[in-house]
């Protein structure tokens, strides 16, 4: 059975910084894509940023040059630094993995078949 589990989150002001951390565990494969999706009230999935079993990463234009993510493969983990938080990034962040799909890292929440219960992030004005 695999098992996603994220940590981290919680409530900051705007201009502040979060750290979230995914632990997967139970994956069949050892070659695996991983990434952050988020969605916030009545709003559709948003792919905030992934990353290949190759290092090769994507970040939404919503979050360049804010958000780092980065894995270890070797312990099944991935993270996502967030820096210069805005009210805009309130949302619920999941933790997503599935089977690698290519060289080039998910573009899209629906490239995942495995995610987390969620991590509520808030940032305040």
Do not use: H
């Not at 979060?18 to 948003?46: H, I």
């Not at 958000?67 to 962040?93: C, G, H, R």
């Amino acid at each position: 059975e695999v098992q996603v589990v994220e940590t981290g989150g919680g409530s900051v002001q705007a201009g502040g910084s979060l750290r979230l951390s995914c632990t997967v565990s139970g994956f069949a494969s050892a070659d695996f894509d991983m990434g952050w999706y988020r969605q916030g009230p009545g709003e559709e999935c948003e792919l905030v940023s992934s990353i290949s079993s190759g290092d090769n990463t994507y970040y939404a234009n919503s979050v360049k040059g804010r958000f780092l993510i980065s894995s270890d493969n070797d312990k099944n983990t991935v993270n996502l630094q967030m820096n210069t938080l805005k009210p805009e990034d309130t949302a619920v962040y999941y933790c997503a993995v599935d089977n690698n799909i290519g060289a080039a890292a998910p573009t899209t929440c629906w490239a995942f078949g495995y995610w987390g219960q969620g991590t509520q992030v808030t940032i305040s004005s």
